[in-house]
């Protein structure tokens, strides 16, 4: 039996056990609606029969989200980790590890958020090119006030998605900052806007450098396509920072990745949209040539 039927098997069985509890939870809670709403109409003596059904719907919706937990756990635990190794050297994987909030802020391409969460942090290797990768959550807190004058404090997400870090040997001095139209509130103080031979690419980017010359050096002709067909693979904004010996990339589209839906069968069609998400570390590296000359010591 190989790793998939494996991870089938178990799916398979723990979803059996959340579907019966679950649907013992429905059963439960519609009854004790029912006999909630005999005790309004007749006699209260049934409030006790709903009360003592909710009670037990409650329990057995606790122990259905428990499967669910369950699955989710060996999901992030083993499964994630062990298709990660098939492609990547020195792999590590972090379910509730992140990229820290203060790394992407120093970047200058979003503002500091006032709440942050992270998860599904991946750090490795794949061409010699060391990479780190994590979902994020940035949110920004909000005042609003009602007719009575009352504040009223919310936090609202600006950016959520993903966040890649690629580290290659070239140490560059200069910066070059590529932010999909203005959402990201970039900080462009000391640089200087380009524009690039391509309209299309001009239109859905703001570009920024140190100078106009690092600026064309690292955006070429066909970078800028493989910059617009990463766009395309994607719903929401994109952003890019080249500094030092990374590249960030920032995908602001509101998803969460690493997940696999307990009711979804684990097999060849499904793993194929699963590893989608893996697969497009290594396409970055593969289409932006970081592995290549120019970003290696010997230039």
Do not use: C
């Not at 200058?108 to 992270?118: A, Q, Y």
């Not at 966040?163 to 970039?186: A, C, D, T």
């Not at 070429?220 to 030092?244: N, P």
């Not at 979804?264 to 497009?280: H, S």
Request: net charge positive.
């Amino acid at each position: 039996m190989n790793n998939l039927e494996r991870f089938e098997l178990l799916r398979q069985k723990t979803y059996q056990s959340y579907s019966k509890e679950s649907k013992t939870a429905t059963i439960l809670v519609v009854f004790a609606i029912v006999f909630g709403i005999l005790a309004i109409m007749t006699e209260m003596i049934f409030l006790v029969f709903a009360i003592i059904l909710l009670v037990a719907g409650m329990v057995f919706g606790g122990k259905a989200a428990r499967h669910a937990h369950g699955f989710r756990v060996f999901v992030k635990e083993e499964m994630i980790l062990s298709l990660l190794k098939e492609q990547f050297d020195e792999v590590a994987y972090q379910p509730s590890g992140t990229i820290p909030a203060s790394t992407i802020v120093s970047t200058g391409m979003v503002k500091r958020p006032d709440r942050f969460h992270g998860e599904d942090y991946i750090k490795g290797k794949y061409k010699g090119v060391q990479f780190e990768v994590s979902d994020v959550d940035l949110k920004e807190r909000v005042e609003t006030r009602d007719s009575k004058g009352n504040v009223h404090v919310s936090y609202q997400t600006y950016f959520k998605g993903r966040w890649y870090i690629y580290k290659f040997e070239r140490i560059f001095n200069e910066v070059l900052k590529i932010s999909e139209g203005y959402s990201f509130q970039m900080n462009t103080r000391g640089l200087v806007k380009i524009d690039t031979e391509s309209i299309e690419f001009n239109k859905k980017f703001s570009i920024y450098a140190s100078s106009q010359e690092h600026g064309f050096y690292l955006i070429t002709s066909t970078t800028i396509e493989k910059f617009l067909q990463l766009e395309k693979l994607h719903r929401g904004s994109i952003l890019y920072y080249f500094a030092k010996n990374e590249l960030h990339i920032g995908v602001n589209d509101r998803r969460d990745y690493m997940e696999f839906s307990l009711k979804k069968p684990i097999n060849q069609e499904t793993l194929k949209e699963f590893m989608a998400d893996i697969d497009l570390i290594a396409a970055i590296i593969n289409e932006l040539r970081l592995d290549g000359s120019k970003f290696k010591n010997s230039l």
